[in-house]
């Protein structure tokens, strides 16, 4: 694992020897051959960074650190070094110049002071934790929690976020007192004062003037060149699910590579589950070199303590699963940097729920005196006792339409469906902030107020859906299969141009992706075109129902989940006897939640402070 790390404050001499050389431990957390660490200290300030994985500049009182593959102001030689220039003279301003995936840090002594920042999309992480004689902060928790005076207490709220989201969504971390920082943000400590601020965020152009000719030859263009920035200095392959996304991607691997375009795939033998039929009209249409693995639950039962281990903080995405396995198909057949699809449904309109949505705010168009004097007392008055199937729906529509946004997107939450009394210990659960969760939906959704809807719920999955799980996801599964990880459609060009669609270009009444679509007509293949979304879904519900091994391991975890009085005993009795049976699919996902959490309580030896 490469990462950065650093500290600015009081700290002097032998102290900072002792902090680089913890901030270099987490680096080697997978790998047990040595790995040299570029360093630079003057006085308080330290940085440390595995060599290779970030550009390192000190100079006249100011040190510099940039982890990634960006651009300034579109170079990528001497990154820290102009960056440390660019930074004396704009301040926070010069974060705008970098692009491209980054986290960043400069530090300089006069005054004390500290910038941190990673890009817009939130590829890269910086965690950091106010200190009495400082700032600690790190390119993951685990390399800031190498340092002694680093907080060990776990934060009962954002276990609380993590059973409601699956992830501890930014600005929280698992631990308390330290926060992670958002998409586009930075932080800034100088003189003992420390602020945080946007130096980028989503641009929408609701009305777009430009033909469908010029929209697609744009598209194409950007595409293109973020694929080629992406795969440039590496053995590259792609992730291939035979969605659109993926298919797309691996079709422009072969364009920019000229060569058959190395092509990963997983597949489940349950029904409904398996989608390698796509994946080989792709991998057929594009002339790719296709590699393919079918997952068993003994690979599952396998994976689960590794990925644990590897988590900076609990993670419940069953998805990383099947992403691991493609890592380390990849490695094994000598690709160094994969290609995700990550972020083309959340740029150009992907997600079934955005049409689910569409359909029931028409309700709002009714007009009101017939909704509230006519249409709604009959619905669940006169007719509310009667038990007919078309009624039941048409109340249901009714119940969901009426929810405000974004509460509405939350109503099959498992947390929420469940009940929070029901699944919590009433001891954890006096000690959180119930409505915490849709208070922080709510927050990011309302800034794009005066937005079309599709565009605020495009803002919410970009921070979210994204940068807070599927990103997550992806580079922990690649991280842990030792693979790199890119993502072409997340590049700034890919960002700002989805911002210059208009919000029918994304969904036009219920037709998801439809510029995106229709500007691959002819490109993909029409079978691709059509499929709906699916992706590297696990069937862990119908597997637990059936393998022994992977029974044993949930049973363990959730025996030694029950002694923490976090979860219901009994409520974690019910999940596992009756109702895993009635839905596998459903409350699997819950099972997963929670066994994952245990998983890495059980590897960390942190307090939960009630």
């Given at each position: 694992?490469s990462g950065?790390c650093?500290?600015?404050?009081?700290?002097?001499?032998a102290?900072?020897?002792?902090?680089l050389a913890?901030?270099?431990a987490?680096l080697?957390?997978f790998?047990?051959?040595p790995i040299r660490i570029?360093a630079?200290q003057?006085g308080g300030?330290?940085?440390a960074?595995?060599?290779?994985?970030a550009?390192?500049h000190?100079?006249?009182?100011?040190?510099?650190?940039?982890?990634?593959?960006?651009?300034l102001?579109g170079?990528?030689e001497?990154?820290?070094?102009?960056?440390?220039a660019?930074?004396?003279?704009?301040g926070a301003?010069?974060?705008?110049?970098?692009?491209?995936?980054?986290?960043v840090c400069?530090?300089?002594e006069p005054g004390?002071q500290?910038l941190?920042?990673?890009d817009r999309s939130g590829v890269?992480?910086?965690?950091?934790?106010?200190l009495?004689?400082?700032?600690?902060f790190?390119?993951?928790?685990?390399?800031?929690q190498?340092h002694?005076?680093?907080?060990?207490?776990?934060?009962?709220q954002s276990?609380?976020n993590?059973?409601y989201?699956?992830t501890?969504?930014?600005p929280?971390?698992?631990?308390r007192g330290?926060r992670?920082?958002?998409?586009?943000?930075?932080?800034q400590y100088?003189?003992?004062?420390?602020?945080?601020?946007?130096?980028w965020?989503?641009?929408?152009?609701?009305e777009?003037?430009?033909s469908f000719?010029?929209?697609?030859?744009q598209?194409?263009s950007?595409?293109e060149g973020?694929v080629r920035?992406?795969?440039?200095?590496?053995?590259?392959?792609?992730?291939?699910?035979?969605g659109t996304d993926?298919?797309?991607l691996?079709?422009?691997?072969a364009?920019?590579?000229?060569?058959?375009?190395r092509?990963?795939?997983?597949?489940?033998d349950?029904?409904?589950?398996?989608?390698?039929r796509?994946?080989?009209?792709a991998?057929?249409?594009f002339?790719?070199?296709?590699?393919?693995l079918y997952?068993?639950?003994g690979?599952?039962?396998?994976?689960?303590?590794?990925?644990?281990a590897?988590s900076?903080?609990p993670?419940?995405?069953s998805s990383?699963?099947?992403?691991?396995y493609?890592a380390?198909m990849?490695?094994?057949?000598?690709?160094?940097r994969l290609?995700?699809?990550?972020?083309?449904?959340e740029?150009?309109?992907?997600?079934?729920?955005?049409a689910?949505q569409a359909?029931?705010?028409?309700?709002?168009?009714l007009p009101s005196?017939?909704?509230?004097?006519?249409?709604?007392?009959l619905?669940?008055g006169l007719?509310?006792q009667?038990?007919l199937t078309?009624?039941?729906?048409?109340?249901?529509?009714?119940?969901?339409?009426?929810m405000?946004?974004?509460?509405?997107l939350?109503?099959?939450?498992?947390l929420?469906r469940?009940?929070?009394?029901?699944?919590?210990?009433?001891?954890?659960?006096?000690?959180?902030?119930?409505?915490?969760?849709?208070?922080?939906?709510?927050?990011c959704?309302?800034?794009?107020?005066?937005?079309?809807q599709?565009n605020?719920?495009?803002t919410?999955?970009l921070?979210?859906?994204l940068?807070?799980?599927?990103?997550r996801k992806?580079?922990l599964?690649c991280?842990?299969?030792g693979?790199?990880v890119?993502?072409?459609?997340?590049?700034?060009?890919?960002l700002?141009?989805s911002g210059?669609?208009?919000p029918k270009d994304?969904?036009?009444?219920?037709?998801?992706r439809?510029?995106?679509?229709r500007?691959?007509?002819?490109?993909?293949?029409?079978?691709?075109?059509?499929k709906?979304?699916?992706?590297?879904?696990?069937?862990?519900?119908?597997?637990l129902?059936?393998?022994?091994?992977?029974?044993?391991?949930?049973?363990?975890?959730l025996?030694d989940l029950?002694k923490?009085?976090i979860?219901?005993a009994d409520?974690i009795d019910?999940?596992m006897?009756?109702?895993i049976?009635e839905?596998?699919a459903y409350?699997?996902?819950m099972v997963?939640?929670?066994?994952?959490?245990?998983q890495?309580?059980?590897?960390?030896d942190a307090?939960?402070?009630?």
């Open positions: 694992m950065l650093g500290y600015l404050g009081t700290t002097e001499g102290a900072v020897q002792h902090l913890g901030m270099a987490p080697v957390r790998d047990d051959s570029a630079a003057r300030i330290a940085v960074a595995a060599a290779g994985s550009s390192v000190g100079s006249g009182g100011v040190l510099v650190a940039v982890w990634g593959r960006p651009l102001n170079c990528a001497n990154l820290a070094e102009r960056f440390s660019l930074w004396q003279i704009h301003k010069a974060c705008a110049a970098l692009s491209g995936p980054f986290a400069a530090m300089a004390g500290l941190l920042a990673i890269h992480t910086m965690h950091y934790q106010q009495t004689q400082g700032v600690l790190g390119s993951s928790a685990a390399a800031l190498a002694p005076m680093a907080v060990k207490t776990l934060d009962p276990i609380y993590y059973l989201f699956h501890v969504p930014a929280r971390t698992v631990f330290q992670r920082l958002q998409p586009g943000e930075y932080v100088r003189h003992g004062h420390l602020e945080t601020g946007q130096y965020k989503m641009e929408y152009q609701e777009s003037n430009m000719g010029e929209l697609k030859r598209f194409l950007t595409l973020s920035r992406s795969s440039g200095g590496a053995r590259t392959g792609a992730f291939l699910s035979g993926s298919s797309t691996a079709g422009m691997l364009s920019v590579s000229g060569t058959a375009p092509t990963y795939s997983i597949g489940f349950v029904a409904g589950y398996d989608e390698m796509y994946a080989r009209i991998a057929r249409h002339g790719a070199d296709h590699h393919e997952v068993t639950a690979d599952v039962a396998s994976a689960i303590p590794r990925l644990a590897a900076d903080q993670f419940g995405n990383a699963v099947p992403a691991y493609c380390n990849a490695r094994a057949d000598g690709v160094t290609l995700g699809g990550d972020g083309g449904d740029l150009f309109g992907g997600n079934e729920r955005y689910h359909v029931l705010s028409r309700y709002e168009q005196a017939f909704r509230q004097v006519a249409l709604e007392p619905l669940f007719a509310g009667l038990d078309m009624l039941r729906k048409a109340r249901s529509y009714i119940e969901q339409a009426l405000p946004m974004p509460a509405r939350e109503t099959y939450n498992l929420q469940y009940g929070p009394a029901e699944v919590l210990h009433a001891d954890f659960l006096a000690g959180v902030d119930e409505s915490g969760p849709i208070g922080q939906l709510n927050d959704y309302w800034q794009g107020k005066g937005l079309s599709i605020r719920m495009q919410l999955d921070r979210y859906t940068a807070d799980n599927d990103l992806v580079s599964a991280e842990l299969g693979v790199e890119a993502f072409p459609f997340l590049s700034d060009e890919m700002a141009f210059r669609l208009s994304k969904l036009n009444g219920t037709q998801l439809y510029f995106f679509k500007a691959l007509r002819g490109y993909l293949p029409p079978a691709i075109l059509r709906k979304k699916h992706g590297f879904g696990l069937p862990f519900g119908h597997w129902q059936r393998d022994a091994g992977l029974q044993g391991l949930v049973l363990d975890s025996s029950k923490r009085q979860i219901r409520f019910r999940l006897r009756t109702l049976a839905h596998p409350h699997g996902t997963w939640v929670l066994m994952m959490l245990e890495w309580l059980a590897r960390s307090p939960v402070r009630k």
